[in-house]
């Protein structure tokens, strides 16, 4: 069993910079794939990035792609997603998702075995 928290959400201006943190419990961390999705207001979820169980791989939205980055701390088991240049259009619940046997994308929703209970982000013009 894998518990996720999200933190690190808030109000922000255009063109600012927000880190998200989703902390992990238990002690299998590291074998997890680990993901961040979100949902914006009248929208489907959809995936942001995603980072394999070592940190050696990671994958981006193409609306993200140099703005934002994944990466994790097994070591604190925690993920991370920088996101930098932050656009109105970012703003969305974002949620943290672990994948047992992921580290491939894309990934079906159905594919994440833990989610976290979200971070909202809201960015202002």
């Known amino acids: 069993q894998v518990q996720l928290v999200e933190s690190g959400g808030g109000l922000v201006q255009a063109g600012g910079s927000l880190r998200l943190s989703c902390a992990a419990s238990g002690h299998t961390f590291d074998t997890y794939a680990m993901a961040w999705l979100r949902q914006g207001p009248g929208k489907e979820r959809e995936f942001v990035a995603g980072i394999n169980w070592t940190g050696s791989s990671t994958n981006y939205a193409v609306s993200v792609k140099g703005r934002f980055t994944i990466s994790r701390e097994n070591a604190k088991n925690t993920v991370y997603l920088q996101m930098n240049s932050l656009k109105p259009e970012d703003t969305a619940v974002y949620y943290c998702?672990?994948?047992?046997?992921?580290?491939?994308?894309?990934?079906?929703?159905?594919?994440?075995?833990?989610w976290g209970q979200g971070t909202q982000v809201t960015v202002s013009s």
């Open positions: 998702a672990a994948d047992k046997y992921g580290g491939s994308w894309p990934r079906k929703d159905s594919d994440y075995d833990y």
